[in-house]
């Protein structure tokens, strides 16, 4: 008899990073000067001021590296560090094995805020995943939105 199993857990980067240069920070303070100048010259101090923060804690979170933190897929639902998501606040999932950054576990969630959760997860646990979630969950073709894609080409 074959069992299946109850649990997988696995640690993994929070999200996919690409280690910029020099020149991607560079180019990023020259267009946050460009729009600082832009927005004084039309008289808005005060957007000038919000570019300029903004631009501050962009560079700042592309410089972080991401944290490792856990993953686990149970017959209970999906946690990610410490969030907890039930299958039924889940409404379907997608394994993503051609993705170019590895495997990936979308996730459509019924939540309006975080609409699809994406996950890494390793290779040899694919099958395994895969057997939890069938038992519990609808396989629906998933892709990440084109916005995020985009953010991808330019190094986010």
């Known amino acids: 008899m074959d069992q299946s199993p109850r649990s997988i857990s696995w640690e993994a980067p929070e999200h996919h990073h690409v280690e910029k240069g020099n020149d991607w920070f560079f180019a990023l303070a020259i267009i946050i000067i460009a729009l600082v100048v832009v927005a004084v010259m039309l008289g808005d101090v005060l957007f000038a001021l919000l570019i300029g923060i903004a631009g501050g804690v962009l560079a700042m979170a592309a410089a972080k590296r991401p944290s490792i933190i856990p993953y686990a897929v ?4 999906i946690k990610v560090g410490g969030v907890s998501y039930p ?3 889940i409404d379907s999932y997608w394994i993503d094995e051609d993705d170019p950054r590895g ?3 979308l996730l459509k969630s019924n939540k309006k805020v975080m609409p699809l959760i ?4 390793p290779a040899d646990h694919i099958d395994d995943i895969e057997t ?8 629906e073709h998933l892709q990440e939105p084109l916005f995020v894609k985009i ?5 986010f």
């Open 74 to 77: 149970s017959v209970r639902g």
């Open 87 to 89: 299958f039924p606040t």
């Open 103 to 105: 495997p990936q576990l």
């Open 118 to 121: 994406v996950m890494p997860i």
């Open 132 to 139: 939890i979630l069938k038992e519990k969950l609808e396989e």
């Open 151 to 155: 953010l991808e080409l330019f190094g």
